[in-house]
Protein backbone atom coordinates (compact mmCIF):
# COMPACT_ATOMS: atom_id res chain seq x y z
CA UNK A 1 0.00 0.00 0.00
CA UNK A 2 1.26 3.68 -0.80
CA UNK A 3 0.37 6.05 1.95
CA UNK A 4 -0.36 9.43 -0.26
CA UNK A 5 -2.17 10.56 2.26
CA UNK A 6 -4.43 13.79 1.32
CA UNK A 7 -3.63 15.13 -2.23
CA UNK A 8 -5.60 17.73 -4.43
CA UNK A 9 -7.82 15.67 -6.23
CA UNK A 10 -10.12 17.19 -9.51
CA UNK A 11 -13.19 16.42 -11.27
CA UNK A 12 -15.10 17.95 -13.54
CA UNK A 13 -17.30 20.46 -11.04
CA UNK A 14 -15.09 19.93 -8.48
CA UNK A 15 -11.68 20.14 -6.46
CA UNK A 16 -11.00 18.20 -3.44
CA UNK A 17 -8.42 19.59 -1.32
CA UNK A 18 -7.01 19.35 2.53
CA UNK A 19 -9.03 21.31 4.97
CA UNK A 20 -7.47 25.06 5.79
CA UNK A 21 -8.41 26.92 8.36
CA UNK A 22 -9.87 30.24 6.58
CA UNK A 23 -12.59 27.05 6.00
CA UNK A 24 -14.51 27.14 9.25
CA UNK A 25 -17.06 29.96 8.09
CA UNK A 26 -18.20 28.68 5.20
CA UNK A 27 -18.06 24.70 7.26
CA UNK A 28 -19.85 26.07 9.54
CA UNK A 29 -22.60 27.95 7.42
CA UNK A 30 -22.41 25.47 4.83
CA UNK A 31 -23.04 22.14 6.61
CA UNK A 32 -22.08 21.96 10.15
CA UNK A 33 -24.83 23.67 11.96
CA UNK A 34 -27.68 22.52 10.04
CA UNK A 35 -29.52 19.78 11.81
CA UNK A 36 -30.87 18.09 8.89
CA UNK A 37 -27.77 17.61 7.28
CA UNK A 38 -26.45 16.00 10.11
CA UNK A 39 -29.82 14.14 11.05
CA UNK A 40 -28.05 10.51 9.84
CA UNK A 41 -24.79 11.31 11.41
CA UNK A 42 -22.74 10.13 13.97
CA UNK A 43 -21.96 13.82 14.78
CA UNK A 44 -23.94 16.41 16.00
CA UNK A 45 -24.35 19.75 13.94
CA UNK A 46 -21.82 22.53 15.59
CA UNK A 47 -23.52 24.87 18.16
CA UNK A 48 -21.20 28.05 16.98
CA UNK A 49 -18.17 28.55 14.77
CA UNK A 50 -15.49 27.20 17.41
CA UNK A 51 -16.59 24.31 16.96
CA UNK A 52 -15.56 24.24 13.48
CA UNK A 53 -12.24 25.56 13.80
CA UNK A 54 -11.45 23.23 16.43
CA UNK A 55 -12.18 20.35 14.16
CA UNK A 56 -9.99 21.93 10.97
CA UNK A 57 -7.47 22.32 14.23
CA UNK A 58 -7.45 18.15 14.52
CA UNK A 59 -7.31 17.47 10.79
CA UNK A 60 -4.47 20.30 10.55
CA UNK A 61 -2.55 17.90 13.04
CA UNK A 62 -3.93 14.48 11.51
CA UNK A 63 -2.41 15.87 8.33
CA UNK A 64 1.00 16.78 9.59
CA UNK A 65 1.72 13.55 12.04
CA UNK A 66 -0.17 10.51 10.38
CA UNK A 67 1.03 9.40 7.07
CA UNK A 68 -2.51 7.80 6.54
CA UNK A 69 -4.83 10.21 6.39
CA UNK A 70 -7.26 10.64 3.83
CA UNK A 71 -9.57 13.70 4.19
CA UNK A 72 -10.77 16.26 1.67
CA UNK A 73 -13.49 19.47 1.79
CA UNK A 74 -15.38 19.41 -1.59
CA UNK A 75 -14.66 23.00 -3.34
CA UNK A 76 -16.66 23.58 -6.68
CA UNK A 77 -13.89 25.08 -9.08
CA UNK A 78 -15.59 27.69 -10.50
CA UNK A 79 -16.84 29.87 -7.01
CA UNK A 80 -14.00 28.27 -4.79
CA UNK A 81 -16.93 27.80 -2.27
CA UNK A 82 -16.64 25.07 0.33
CA UNK A 83 -19.83 22.72 0.19
CA UNK A 84 -18.62 19.61 2.06
CA UNK A 85 -16.27 17.02 2.80
CA UNK A 86 -15.36 13.43 2.24
CA UNK A 87 -12.64 11.10 4.12
CA UNK A 88 -11.36 7.87 4.85
CA UNK A 89 -13.20 7.53 8.37
CA UNK A 90 -11.54 4.02 9.28
CA UNK A 91 -8.93 1.76 7.19
CA UNK A 92 -7.76 -2.22 7.99
CA UNK A 93 -4.67 -2.09 6.68
CA UNK A 94 -4.12 -5.70 6.78
CA UNK A 95 -7.08 -6.15 4.14
CA UNK A 96 -5.85 -3.26 2.02
CA UNK A 97 -10.01 -1.54 2.83
CA UNK A 98 -10.88 2.05 3.55
CA UNK A 99 -14.49 2.98 4.95
CA UNK A 100 -15.63 6.65 3.77
CA UNK A 101 -17.83 8.95 5.23
CA UNK A 102 -19.09 12.39 3.63
CA UNK A 103 -21.19 15.11 4.62
CA UNK A 104 -22.56 17.61 1.83
CA UNK A 105 -24.36 21.15 2.16
CA UNK A 106 -28.06 20.43 1.51
CA UNK A 107 -28.31 23.30 -0.86
CA UNK A 108 -26.25 21.30 -2.76
CA UNK A 109 -28.62 17.90 -2.34
CA UNK A 110 -29.55 16.23 -5.98
CA UNK A 111 -26.93 17.25 -7.87
CA UNK A 112 -24.78 14.67 -8.52
CA UNK A 113 -21.91 16.63 -6.19
CA UNK A 114 -21.57 13.77 -4.14
CA UNK A 115 -21.61 10.76 -6.42
CA UNK A 116 -18.98 13.02 -8.31
CA UNK A 117 -17.05 13.44 -5.49
CA UNK A 118 -17.15 9.82 -4.20
CA UNK A 119 -16.22 8.56 -7.74
CA UNK A 120 -13.28 10.10 -7.76
CA UNK A 121 -11.95 9.35 -3.66
CA UNK A 122 -12.83 5.71 -4.89
CA UNK A 123 -10.69 5.95 -7.71
CA UNK A 124 -7.99 7.30 -5.85
CA UNK A 125 -7.82 4.94 -3.19
CA UNK A 126 -7.63 2.15 -5.79
CA UNK A 127 -5.05 3.81 -8.44
CA UNK A 128 -2.77 6.00 -6.22
CA UNK A 129 -3.31 4.61 -2.57
CA UNK A 130 -3.57 0.96 -3.79
CA UNK A 131 -6.73 -0.23 -1.59
CA UNK A 132 -8.40 -3.28 -2.57
CA UNK A 133 -11.79 -2.55 -0.92
CA UNK A 134 -13.60 0.93 -0.06
CA UNK A 135 -16.85 0.28 1.95
CA UNK A 136 -19.15 2.62 3.32
CA UNK A 137 -22.05 2.62 5.43
CA UNK A 138 -25.40 5.25 5.57
CA UNK A 139 -28.52 4.67 8.54
CA UNK A 140 -31.03 2.51 7.00
CA UNK A 141 -33.59 5.77 6.42
CA UNK A 142 -30.62 7.38 4.72
CA UNK A 143 -31.72 6.57 1.54
CA UNK A 144 -30.20 9.36 -0.28
CA UNK A 145 -26.94 7.84 0.88
CA UNK A 146 -27.28 4.99 -0.34
CA UNK A 147 -28.00 6.08 -3.71
CA UNK A 148 -24.79 7.95 -3.79
CA UNK A 149 -23.02 4.71 -3.33
CA UNK A 150 -24.76 2.82 -5.57
CA UNK A 151 -24.19 5.49 -8.47
CA UNK A 152 -20.76 5.51 -7.63
CA UNK A 153 -20.30 1.50 -8.13
CA UNK A 154 -20.53 0.48 -4.75
CA UNK A 155 -23.02 -2.72 -4.57
CA UNK A 156 -25.24 -3.17 -1.55
CA UNK A 157 -24.20 -6.08 1.22
CA UNK A 158 -26.65 -5.88 3.71
CA UNK A 159 -27.77 -4.48 6.74
CA UNK A 160 -25.54 -4.50 9.71
CA UNK A 161 -27.75 -4.56 12.94
CA UNK A 162 -26.88 -1.80 15.75
CA UNK A 163 -23.39 -1.24 13.89
CA UNK A 164 -23.37 2.10 14.66
CA UNK A 165 -24.10 4.45 17.22
CA UNK A 166 -26.31 7.81 15.94
CA UNK A 167 -25.35 11.79 17.07
CA UNK A 168 -28.24 10.81 19.78
CA UNK A 169 -25.87 7.62 21.55
CA UNK A 170 -28.61 5.22 20.19
CA UNK A 171 -27.74 2.07 18.40
CA UNK A 172 -28.92 2.18 14.67
CA UNK A 173 -29.00 -0.44 11.82
CA UNK A 174 -26.70 0.47 8.79
CA UNK A 175 -27.18 -0.53 5.35
CA UNK A 176 -23.34 -1.88 4.08
CA UNK A 177 -22.12 -1.15 0.24
CA UNK A 178 -18.48 -2.12 -1.10
CA UNK A 179 -16.78 -1.57 -3.83
CA UNK A 180 -13.40 -3.75 -4.92
CA UNK A 181 -10.62 -2.65 -7.40
CA UNK A 182 -11.35 -5.87 -9.05
CA UNK A 183 -14.89 -4.75 -9.99
CA UNK A 184 -13.37 -1.51 -11.69
CA UNK A 185 -11.72 -3.57 -13.69
CA UNK A 186 -14.55 -5.76 -15.59
Avoid at 47 to 63: G, R, V
Avoid at 97 to 110: E, M
Amino acid sequence: MNNFGTQKIETKRLILRRVKLSDAEDMFHSWGSDKEVTRYLTWNAYDNIESAKNFIAFCLDQYENCENIYRWVIEFKDNKKIIGMIDVVQTLLKIKTAQIGYVLSRKYWNNGIMTEALTAVIKYLFDKAQYNRVEAVCHIDNIASGKVMLKSGMRFEGIRRHGEVDNKGNFCDVASYAILKSDCNN
